[in-house]
């Protein structure tokens, strides 16, 4: 991986609120990259492969994030409250600005993904197979047992005053 030392330290320097203040800057942009992938796939081939081409992406990208944040956080449990923990510290979620936990239910009120499509005129992303297979290969680094149920998200018509709604529990 190579010397990181003087990175770090140049990290270092900026203190822990500027820190903070960069990862998320760091973070948006990975968002946008993303969003700009998806509007050009979506723009040449189509809603529905661009879509495709999401969920597979994000599918692995949920399983290799749950396996570097157990590692970088020290993670060895398998239930849903270590799991949840992880998922905290997910780009995804960090990036949720209007976020709900209720224990082992997670929502997404004020999306901004969608609300800028919405801007854009591109109308509603239909992102509940991205989202499921990510949570659900994310859960499944933690235990096989962690079942991800989704309430509303979108194509779904939305019946409560937010976008998504997510919950992890075991499966029966």
């Not at 990036?95 to 004020?110: M, S, T």
């Amino acid at each position: 991986m190579g010397d990181r030392s003087e990175d770090k330290a140049l990290i270092e320097e900026l203190g822990q609120e500027k820190f903070a203040d960069l990862t998320y800057m760091h973070l948006r942009d990975m968002w946008a990259v993303d969003g700009l992938y998806y509007l050009g796939i979506e723009e040449r081939f189509g809603t529905e492969a661009a879509t495709e081409i999401d969920a597979d992406v994000w599918r692995v990208m949920g399983k290799i994030e749950a396996r570097k944040l157990k590692k970088l956080l020290d993670l060895t449990g398998d239930d849903i409250p270590t799991m949840i923990k992880a998922l905290r510290y997910s780009g995804w979620t960090m990036d949720l600005e209007d976020k709900e936990w209720e224990g082992a239910i997670l929502r997404n009120v004020e999306c901004r993904v969608q609300n800028t499509r919405k801007k854009g005129g591109q109308g509603v992303f239909p992102c509940k197979k991205v989202r499921w297979g990510f949570l659900k290969a994310f859960a499944k680094e933690f235990n096989e047992n962690i079942e991800v149920i989704c309430h509303q998200c979108p194509p779904d018509e939305l019946k409560k005053d937010l976008w998504c709604e997510w919950e992890f529990r075991m499966k029966e």
